[in-house]
Structures are given as C-alpha cells and as structure tokens.
C-alpha cells in the first residue's frame, strides 16, 4: 500500500542507485545523485514548513525543475509548476491565489519574480540546496529512511501537485491532484505498457501540462531513462527525429500535432525509429490518415490513443490501436482504464443506449480533489453520480459528447461548450474572450475553434481594425501562445440569437 507517489522513486534509488535516470541535457544524471540532490533541496524546504503545503516552483524544463518536484515531495508538501513564459498578468493572478509560501527558483529568475511582486512568498534557489552539502555524505538507506518519517505523515488523499489550466472566466483554476490518482495511474499504466529498466523515455510535455506526469512516474517507479527532448527541438520536426534516434529512445507520450507534423512532411521510411517501440499519443484528436503514415513506415510498433481531462489524473479511456483507420473513420478513445468509471449521460442525468450521444462523466479514485480555493466551481464540476444516491459518489463531467459503438468502444464527438483542446493545451474560449474585451479598441468578440484546421479564430467588432500582428503583440501581455488566435476577423456587428447571446453558429457560416 502506498501513501504518497514520491515512493515510487525511493524503491527505485534502493534497486538502481548507479542505473542514469535523467539524459538529454549536458550530463547525465544518475537515480543517487539526483535523490541526492532532492534530499538536500528538500532539507532545507521542510525546515519551518510543516506538511501538506503548497510549493510554486519557477522552473524551465530541465534536471532542477524535477529535483525540485521530488524534493517538495519528500519534504511532505506539494507541488505547483508555473510556466516561465507566461505572461506576467496570468503568473500574477495564479501567485495571488498563494498567501505565504515559498517558490523554489533558481538565481537566473530572481528578477523575473521580483517583477511578480512575490515578497510575501519566501524564495528558494535550487543553487542554495548545492552548497548546503554536508561533510559526510549519510547512505541511500540513511536518507531514504530520514526522508520516510516526513512522508510517512502523509495520506493518499493528501495533495501531490495543483496544476493549473485554463479558466472560462479568464481567472486560471488550479486542479488539485491526489497522490492516489498519481498511485493508480501509474500502477495501471505499467501494467498495460510493459514498461521497465530497459526503456529510454522520450519527454515531450511541458512540465505544466499534466502528460508529463507518465513520463515522470513511470521513470521514477521503473528506473527506466528519462530523455528532456528540448522544447526548441519541436519547432523543427526533423530535429525530433534526430534527437529520438540519437538517444535510442523506446517510448514516447506525444500529443498529436507532433505526430501529425512528422506526418505532413513525410520524415519517416520503414527504417526510422529503429529503437522505437510504443507511440502513446493524447490531447487532441488524431486525422486516421496521420496516423496511418506512422503506421505503416513504422511497422510492428505499438500504438496507444489516451483520453482524459486534467481533473481524472491525466487519463481515464485507452485504445491499443489494432489496424489501421480509414481517413474518414474515427480512432475510438477506447475503454475505461482499471479503476476509472465511465458514464455516458444525456442532459437528464440518464445513462445513454449504444449508439447515443451523452456526455462523458467520469468516477473513481482518479478524480482530482477539486479546484485550489474554488468551492463553487468544484460544486460545479465534481456533483453526487445521478444514477445512484445511496451513499457519496462523486462523478466529474468532462463536457466532451461522446458514444459508444458496437465493440463498446468509446467515440470522442466534440466538445458540449466552449472548453476545446488544441495542440494538446485545454483551453476555455472565454478566456482568450475576456482578454481581447480588455483591450482599448475592442468593443466585443467571440473566440471560435475550427476543428478541422486546429486553429483559434476570433470575430471581433471594433473601432479600428487591427493587424494579426498588433493583435498577437497585445494579447502576447495575457496569454501564452498556444492560446493566441491564429486568425483574426473584424465585424460591423456580431449575430446575436434571440436571447442577446453572441450566435456561434452564425459565426460558423462565415468561416
């Protein structure tokens, strides 16, 4: 039985201290060095902290960002990644929601969070931790023992990271994950890949978004080898092929641009990705025809689509792709993976027949403990299962409509509002609206996502009409870049339906 995630990486250090666990950077680093590193990071965060807390960390991808990660950990608090290219505005309004705490950092981003205005927050250079290295080093056992009686105090449904997506009302919501969903979904996805020592993982994800976490844990709990593809590498998708042949790499969890790019260009032949072995994908829809490529230029090799919203720890449906899809065919989401309960429900809260559409809801040990500090959106989001009411049975609605076919396959359809998912990010509409409505020459605008070409428009009435240029320049002040619209449209007026409402299907025609 496990209490906290973090056991996994002690379990591994005892079993693989000298086996590489972090590659791809300018050195390699070994499972004893880096929980060296973790135990002295993590000495000196649980001085004055207490247990259950939250800990922002202000890190690039990179060896720090996961010592801080398992450091925090080990220290019996939780971790809080923030994106050090988001905007100013939006790290402030994530920072606000945390009176008190420290940061852990490193001595290159002391300006950036002086500019944050962090003074109430107590900031930790990852440095500090390097030059608190006592003289006699105490023995794997010594620390892990050490860190034990710390983590020992902490429960499954404690907190083991808050991580933080995009929010309707332009505010960010962090989800709060328990070390219980982390447990079970990384003991289930073990099982159903095979992963071992012996793989070489391929990092994609950004630390903020919620699929590095598999990366993470599976390297943590198997002793397999951990490679940070650097976030550069995917702005040119023949670099992506050199660096997993380069390293050697098995296994890899892309979302599906990075296949589909790949796909466009043609870069791979029955010869590539001789080391490659299993390509799990999630985030997105993949084209069939896309995925069809890969297929055949990578025969034998296997292929898993993943689904789930960040609020069920990652993933909660799984399809081991058993051919290969027609282009006008959808690729199944598939079934529920072990320990997730699906519920497909029409708008009265009644499960659905084959074949018809509902929205997919979700249950289970792997639900998030709900928003940080937003009671009424976790009311909202997290309600008691319609289908029974003897006792507390918490589902998650996801909003996305899907049905199942006659294999009791699961078909993702699209979107219930206007959350969508794009280049593997979910993203709320009406925050990208709300942004725009903030600037000085706008008067309203309605933000739209076309499907079939993966791209943001936004419809806008205003007094000047602006160039994408200026507009990607202004909103670049609120909003990442993933969540910049890719195109965009000046109106006289924008349709409204009867009741006042913007008309998005309207809107729709004009595209």
Same mark, same amino acid.
């Not at 402030?92 to 950036?112: A, C, P, R, T």
């Not at 105090?153 to 933080?164: F, G, K, N, S, T």
């Not at 709990?221 to 702005?235: D, H, Q, R």
């Given at each position: ?38 135990? %002295? ?6 001085? !004055?902290? =207490? ?14 960002? %996961? ?16 994106? &050090? ?26 300006? @950036? ?43 499954? %449904? ?40 012996? #793989? ?14 598999? @990366? ?22 023949? /670099? ?42 999630? =985030? ?23 689904? =789930? ?5 990652? !993933? ?26 699906? %519920? ?62 006659? +294999? +009791? #396959? ?6 219930? @509002? ?8 979910? &993203?709320?509409?009406? #925050?990208? #609206?709300?942004?725009? +409505?903030?600037?000085? /020459?706008?008067? /309203? ?16 009435? =205003? ?45 729709? +025609?004009?595209?």
């Amino acid at each position: 039985m496990r209490n906290s995630a973090v056991t996994f990486l002690f379990e591994t250090v005892r079993k693989h201290p000298r086996k590489v666990f972090l590659s791809g950077n300018k050195d390699d680093l070994r499972f004893d060095q880096f929980f060296f590193k973790a135990f %002295l990071l993590a000495e000196i965060l649980h001085k !004055d902290s =207490g247990i259950n807390r939250p800990i922002l960390t202000y890190l690039p991808k990179t060896a720090s960002a %996961l010592v801080a990660f398992a450091a925090i950990l080990m220290s019996g608090n939780y971790y809080v990644p923030l994106d &050090i290219k988001s905007p100013k505005k939006r790290l402030k309004q994530i920072i606000k929601q945390f009176d008190h705490y420290k940061i852990v950092s490193g001595k290159e981003f002391l300006n @950036d969070l002086r500019e944050l205005s962090v003074s109430n927050h107590k900031v930790i250079c990852v440095e500090d931790s390097e030059l608190s290295e006592p003289y006699a080093r105490p023995s794997l056992d010594a620390m892990i023992e050490k860190t034990q009686l710390i983590t020992n105090q902490i429960i499954d %449904l404690d907190p083991c990271y808050i991580m933080y997506t995009s929010g309707s009302t332009g505010i960010p919501k962090g989800v709060v994950i328990p070390h219980r969903g982390v447990i079970d979904y990384i003991e289930w996805a073990i099982s159903l890949l095979g992963v071992d020592e012996n #793989e070489i993982i391929g990092n994609q994800a950004p630390f903020l978004f919620d699929n590095s976490t598999l @990366d993470i844990y599976l390297s943590w709990a198997t002793g397999a080898k951990l490679c940070l593809i650097p976030e550069e590498t995917f702005l040119f998708p023949v /670099d992506i092929i050199r660096f997993l042949e380069e390293h050697k790499v098995t296994f890899v969890f892309f979302v599906p641009s990075v296949l589909v790019n790949i796909s466009k260009l043609k870069l791979l032949s029955p010869g590539s990705l001789s080391s490659l072995s299993k390509i799990v994908f999630a =985030g997105e829809p993949i084209p069939s025809k896309h995925l069809a490529y890969w297929q055949e230029n990578l025969p034998g090799r296997t292929f898993i689509n993943l689904y =789930g919203p960040t609020e069920i720890t990652v !993933d909660c449906t799984y399809f081991i792709v058993d051919r290969i899809y027609l282009p006008h065919e959808t690729l199944p989401i598939g079934l529920p993976r072990l320990n997730s309960g699906i %519920l497909i429900l029409n708008e009265q809260g009644i499960p659905v027949s084959s074949g018809e559409k509902g929205e997919l809801c979700v249950r289970g040990s792997s639900l998030a403990l709900g928003y940080w500090k937003d009671n009424e959106k976790t009311r909202q989001a997290f309600i008691q299962n319609p289908v029974q009411n003897n006792f507390r049975d918490l589902i998650y609605h996801t909003g996305d409509i899907c049905y199942k076919n006659q +294999k +009791k #396959e699961i078909i993702f359809v699209g979107r219930k @509002d206007t959350q969508i998912k794009h280049r593997g990010y979910r &993203i709320e509409l009406g #925050e990208i #609206e709300t942004a725009t +409505k903030a600037l000085q /020459d706008i008067d /309203d605008c309605c933000a739209f996502y076309n499907e079939e070409n993966q791209e943001i428009y936004l419809f806008y009435e =205003g007094k000047i009409e602006l160039s994408p240029t200026e507009f990607r320049t202004l909103l670049s002040e609120q909003l990442p870049e993933y969540m910049i619209p890719r195109k965009f449209m000046r109106v006289d007026f924008l349709p409204r339906t009867p009741n006042g409402k913007i008309d998005r299907a309207a809107l729709i +025609k004009e595209l």
